[in-house]
């Protein structure tokens, strides 16, 4: 009798061992590790923003941008969403001033950005090679492709960063990244474990496409934006 009830206890326990190993899947291995929420975290960038145009000297911003995880809230299906606070200046002695305010959700299959009232999916799960999605699935905007890749080592050396030594845990969505003798369209954001987005890089720029100046890459016009991580933590 007692035979029978040691193994019927142990039968119980490895079921339980089962059911919590396909339950509880780890952050890390589907790759949600990569976009963490909690209210009171921050991440500190500063910013280039360079605007190119056809008559004027090219106009170049250059500030620090502070995103500020502040409250969460039941969304849809009780998904929590995270109020995402954004805040700017330009000077490090100067006040943050409140430039914007983003929603963020993450799931087992997803993690969207709502940007100024358009949702964009930022990553899907589980990681997987060659993964490739939609990133405007949630909005009204053509299909746009989006790949997940290892950072490559040309980019990583592009990145200056005090923080770099964080890249040999990043991963980089490519968004776009189309170039010719007239037009580079380069969009990516790189992604590091347990930190959340660290380098962004949104490149549209036109050239010269004129006989005299054809594959000088003379940029008529357009945009070269680069956010990069500088601090991150947890407010106190």
């Given at each position: ?76 299906g009780n998904e929590l969403v995270y109020r995402l ?45 060659e993964l490739v999605w939609d990133g405007n699935a ?99």
């Amino acid at each position: 009798m007692m035979l029978r009830s040691f193994l019927w206890v142990s039968v119980v326990c490895c079921l339980l061992a089962c059911e919590s190993d396909t339950t509880e899947p780890s952050f890390t291995r589907l790759g949600l590790s990569y976009f963490p929420v909690e209210v009171g975290s921050f991440r500190e960038y500063v910013v280039q923003d360079i605007s190119y145009s056809l008559l004027n000297e090219p106009d170049t911003q250059r500030y620090l941008l502070r995103e500020v995880i502040t409250d969460s809230f039941p969304g849809q299906g009780n998904e929590l969403v995270y109020r995402l606070e954004r805040f700017s200046r330009f000077l490090p002695d100067q006040s943050w001033k409140l430039d914007s305010v983003w929603t963020a959700r993450v799931n087992t299959q997803r993690a969207v950005v709502v940007e100024n009232n358009t949702p964009f999916v930022k990553l899907v799960f589980p990681f997987t090679s060659e993964l490739v999605w939609d990133g405007n699935a949630l909005n009204a905007k053509s299909a746009d492709r989006y790949e997940l890749q290892t950072t490559s080592e040309a980019l990583s050396k592009e990145i200056e960063s005090t923080i770099d030594t964080l890249l040999h845990q990043s991963i980089t969505v490519v968004q776009s990244n189309v170039s010719s003798l007239v037009s580079d369209s380069i969009f990516s954001e790189t992604y590091v474990n347990n930190v959340g987005l660290f380098y962004k890089k949104s490149v549209n720029l036109e050239y010269c496409a004129e006989e005299d100046c054809l594959g000088q890459f003379i940029i008529d016009f357009g945009r070269d934006y680069r956010q990069t991580l500088t601090a991150y933590g947890k407010i106190d």
